[in-house]
């Protein structure tokens, strides 16, 4: 399984042919409480760097942006009624899709988690 | 993901409160408002702030805000041009929520009044503004009120202890001569006292909707006044963050935001802060205009929201009536922890400002079915003696 990172703090896992998008640790913490997830209907086609869903917490709305291009297959449907799945386990129940890789190459092109680690460092 | 909430990246630039350490010591995250380094939150977050204060007690800085002392003569009247509140009715130690007006009648900024006694034959009111507008205001009600001494207070915090706990948390910091007096103090009263040594003036107003206390104090011996409050087990460290959330659900107005230099206090839904006396008799500045609004109603007005489902409705969000024309727009709005849910407060046409009447707030070019609702979204606790 590899997981890659976006500088806007999306993540992707690659698992098979799909990838599972949602945001980083890092996002949700900066975001603070997250009360309410718009997510993308099934079906829809997005290019990488597509808005793909927007994130609101008590403060702000942020949007989610498609780290790689693909056909969104699944949406976490427990956002809806337990929002706050972000900030508990941002990387495990608190995905947000899961998308149909359309050209894998793009997941190469990302961070993985140690230069992930290396870009928040350098930001901080 | 890209947020409209950044971190302060140039944070040195901003002006520090007297408790900037203490909130770096509490691990806030600071951001620049109204240019100054302020906690928008704490650890434990936004909605545990927010629920703490309605629960038990809340500190907060408000030392960006200005500080004032008006002192002359005629020091009341002569307030009395700028602003449409009844500053002659206030009996020392009293205090009342009123707007500064421009020559159009639209609101320069908000403000708290408070009559201190008199001395040397000079009438004196305390004030405080907003601190995005406290330079500007103070530079107005100086140049044109020359017989007046304006003494600005920049060597003075302001915190709030804010939440059903906040009186029996203070009383145990006054003296014991004093406690039984904070605890009889009603909403919007005024009293100096003592805290080893220093003068504090207290007043029990404050912008959650629960009872509650602002506290000037000498800058110097703020940090540990606050370290004192903060050892309480009741007391804990609120940021700006929760202070937006708190007032919104009080359905209070935040200047720049909800009420601003093209509204009017009639229209804001302000009419409560204008006494009799002062729309029959005006002499302020804009009366022309507001004494219009109240006599043949404002063509809008500032109304609550209960959107439907989730999705918060943020400023700046269209209302549409429900076929479709746009009627107004959002001013504040977000999501209500103490409700569970988001509300909005905003302007609408008057002819579609009745509560319970639907409407369409347009969030990211989708209609979001809402209700209009009278507010406070959560009943106000102040106390008001017995």
């Known amino acids: 399984m590899t997981t890659r990172y976006t500088k806007s703090h999306e993540y992707v896992r690659v698992e098979g042919g799909m990838g599972v998008v949602g945001i980083t640790d890092h996002a949700q913490t900066q975001l603070g409480d997250v009360v309410f997830v718009e997510l993308p209907p099934i079906g829809q086609r997005l290019s990488k760097g597509d808005e793909a869903a927007t994130v609101e917490s008590v403060k702000a709305a942020a949007e989610v942006s498609a780290p790689v291009s693909g056909t969104v297959v699944e949406i976490n449907g427990a956002l809806a009624d337990s929002p706050g799945l972000v900030n508990q386990d941002p990387t495990g129940r608190g995905w947000f899709l899961k998308i149909e890789l359309s050209d894998a190459a793009e997941v190469d092109s990302l961070m993985d988690e140690d230069a992930y680690r290396a870009f928040l460092q350098a930001a901080s | ?386």
């Open chain 2, 1 to 386: 993901m890209s947020a409209s909430l950044s971190a302060a990246a140039a944070i040195g630039e901003l002006a520090c409160t007297p408790l900037y350490n203490l909130h770096r010591a509490l691990g806030a995250r600071l951001v620049g408002f109204a240019g100054y380094a302020m906690p928008v939150q704490y650890p434990s977050g936004i909605v545990s702030e927010h629920l703490h204060t309605r629960a038990r007690a809340g500190l907060f800085d408000v030392s960006h805000m200005g500080q004032a002392i008006l002192a002359g003569p005629q020091a009341v009247r002569r307030l009395e041009t700028f602003v449409p509140g009844d500053i002659a009715a206030l009996a020392p130690g009293r205090m009342r929520y009123t707007q500064l007006l421009d020559a159009e009648g639209h609101i320069r900024d908000d403000l708290m009044v408070t009559r201190l006694p008199d001395e040397a034959g000079r009438e004196r009111l305390f004030l405080v503004v907003n601190a995005a507008t406290k330079v500007v205001d103070f530079a107005h009600l100086a140049a044109e009120l020359p017989d007046c001494a304006l003494i600005v207070l920049n060597d003075r915090a302001l915190l709030a202890l804010q939440g059903p706990k906040a009186a029996e948390v203070l009383r145990r910091h006054v003296s014991s001569a004093a406690a039984e007096s904070v605890s009889a103090m009603p909403f919007m009263s005024a009293k100096s006292l003592q805290w080893h040594g220093v003068l504090l003036n207290i007043s029990r107003s404050g912008y959650t909707g629960e009872d509650g206390f602002e506290i000037s104090i000498p800058a110097t011996a703020a940090p540990g006044f606050a370290q004192e409050l903060l050892d309480e087990a009741d007391v804990r460290p609120i940021g700006l963050g929760a202070r937006d959330s708190l007032r919104l659900e009080a359905g209070l107005c935040l200047y720049g935001h909800d009420i601003d230099n093209t509204i009017g206090p009639v229209e804001a839904g302000l009419m409560w802060s204008i006494s009799p006396r002062r729309r029959a008799e005006g002499g302020f500045i804009g009366y022309e205009q507001v004494k219009w609004a109240i006599d043949h109603g404002p063509s809008r007005l500032r109304v609550g929201f209960l959107p439907e489902g989730k999705a918060p409705a943020r400023e700046g969000a269209g209302i549409a009536a429900l076929d479709g024309q746009i009627i107004g727009r959002v001013t504040s709005g977000g999501f209500a922890p103490s409700l569970g849910r988001p509300v909005a407060m905003g302007y609408v046409d008057a002819a579609h400002a009745a509560p319970g009447m639907g409407v369409c707030l347009i969030v990211r070019g989708k209609p979001l079915a809402a209700k209009i609702v009278p507010m406070p979204f959560v009943p106000h606790h102040y106390f008001r003696g017995g």
